[in-house]
C-alpha cells in the first residue's frame, strides 16, 4: 500500500508539474532590429541603416536561426544556420546547441558576415566551411503573457528582444 500511495503522490505531482511548469520543448521567435554599421570600403561618412531579423525555431531536438539584413545601400544579405539541441537546462532555459551553415547569401563586403562572426564568436572559415558551430542560447525575461522574451547568445552577451510566435496546430479537417 505504501508504495502504491507514492506512486500515486508521483504521478499528480508531474502531472501537476506538466501543467504549471512549461518545459518549452518548442519555441518560435521573431527578432528584429534596427542596425547601425560602418559600411565596409566606402567613402561613406556616416553608418548605414540597416534593419536587421533573426527568426529562432527549435523544435524538440532541432534549431534554425535565420538572419537576414536589409539596407538601402546593398543587396539584402541572409544566412541559416541548421542544427540540433545537444544539452537543455529547463531551470534557465539554457540551450546547447550544433549549428551548421546550410544557406548562404552575402555580399563581398558582406556587414553580416562581420556581425555574425562576433555574435556566434566563431571564425570566418568556422562559419562559411560549414564546420559544425558550438552555440549556447539563452531565452531570457519572458514577460507575463508569453508574448515576448529575451534571447541572448552565449558568451558573446549578444541579446535580442523577441516575439513569441504562438505555435500553430493543424486543425483537423
Known amino acids: 500500500m505504501f508504495v502504491l500511495t507514492w506512486v500515486f503522490v508521483l504521478?499528480?505531482?508531474?502531472?501537476?508539474l506538466e501543467r504549471f511548469v512549461p518545459l518549452h520543448q518548442e519555441w518560435h521567435l521573431s527578432?528584429?532590429?534596427?542596425s547601425y554599421f560602418d559600411p565596409p570600403q566606402t567613402q561613406a561618412a556616416s553608418s548605414v541603416v540597416s534593419e536587421l531579423l533573426l527568426?529562432?525555431?527549435l523544435e524538440n531536438q532541432h534549431a534554425v536561426l535565420r538572419y537576414h539584413l536589409g539596407n538601402e545601400l546593398s543587396s539584402a544579405e541572409s544566412i541559416v544556420l541548421q542544427g540540433d539541441v545537444v544539452k537543455v537546462d529547463f531551470y534557465a532555459l539554457n540551450y546547447e546547441l550544433q549549428m551548421r551553415l546550410k544557406n548562404k547569401k552575402i555580399n563581398d563586403d558582406s556587414i553580416l558576415l562581420g556581425?555574425?562572426?562576433?555574435?556566434?564568436?566563431?571564425?570566418?572559415?568556422?562559419?562559411i566551411n560549414g564546420e559544425t558551430l558550438p552555440l549556447e542560447v539563452q531565452l531570457?525575461?519572458?514577460n507575463d503573457d508569453?508574448?515576448?522574451a529575451t534571447l541572448t547568445f552565449i558568451p558573446s552577451n549578444s541579446i535580442w528582444s523577441c516575439e513569441i510566435i504562438p505555435a500553430v496546430l493543424p486543425q483537423p479537417h
Open 11 to 16: 504521478f499528480t505531482f508531474t502531472h501537476a
Open 31 to 34: 527578432c528584429r532590429a534596427d
Open 55 to 57: 527568426t529562432f525555431t
Open 115 to 127: 556581425y555574425l562572426l562576433n555574435e556566434l564568436t566563431v571564425s570566418e572559415t568556422q562559419l
Open 140 to 142: 531570457n525575461s519572458i
Open 146 to 148: 508569453q508574448s515576448r
